[in-house]
């Protein structure tokens, strides 16, 4: 059984502070070059739309595209996806998720934790955000200057920060906590089978 309630010992951890508009460049655009995983919890999910880089050309504005069309090119080169939520997605979220049959039959990995608030990005096992900013375009700096939240969060690459957000996010994933939750009666599918 994982441990939930602890305080780790002090040590110094490099890291980068992240806020407003940082977020999108220190993690959506991490996330949308990953080459192994990404892994996301969030309270809330909503369509999150990114900078079409492909598009960029001089003199010409910039275009957007969902960030689900992104996670839909890294399904197809076998990435490993998910994302732990604690609502339901938004009806733009599921729209555009469902225009997508590739992470809609297992590309991308989803499932709904009531209990879930932590916000935690973990690329490629070797990138770590942690902060205030759920996986929307308010949150995470996507939205212009006068519609986005106020966020903080750091980034880091620290291997043992890594391991500990890793094995906690595993853990709830895999339904962990399921089977003793106090939420179990109005839970839409309690993750342990049971």
């Not at 305080?7 to 949308?32: D, I, N, Q």
């Not at 990435?79 to 979220?93: E, M, T, V, Y």
């Not at 929307?136 to 969060?153: C, H, V």
Request: with cysteine; charged share 25%; net charge negative.
């Amino acid at each position: 059984m994982m441990e939930l309630d602890f305080v780790s010992p002090e040590r110094l951890v490099r890291a980068r502070f992240v806020s407003g508009r940082g977020h999108y460049e220190a993690v959506v655009k991490a996330a949308m070059h990953a080459e192994v995983s990404v892994w996301i919890a969030t309270a809330n999910l909503k369509e999150l739309l990114v900078e079409d880089e492909r598009a960029r050309m001089p003199g010409r504005r910039t275009s957007y595209r969902s960030v689900l069309d992104v996670l839909d090119e890294q399904a197809a080169r076998g990435l490993d996806l998910r994302i732990l939520h604690a609502g339901f997605p938004s009806q733009a979220f599921r729209d555009a998720f469902d225009a997508h049959p590739r992470l809609v039959q297992g590309g991308l990995e989803m499932r709904l934790c009531p209990r879930v608030h932590l916000k935690a990005v973990i690329i490629d096992g070797r990138i770590l955000y942690l902060g205030s900013a759920n996986w929307t375009g308010a949150g995470l700096g996507a939205k212009s200057d006068r519609n986005r939240n106020f966020e903080l969060g750091f980034v880091t690459e620290d291997e043992a920060l890594l391991d500990q957000v890793q094995g906690l996010f595993d853990h709830l994933w895999t339904g962990g906590e399921c089977r003793g939750c106090g939420r179990r009666d109005s839970c839409e599918a309690p993750l342990d089978g049971a």
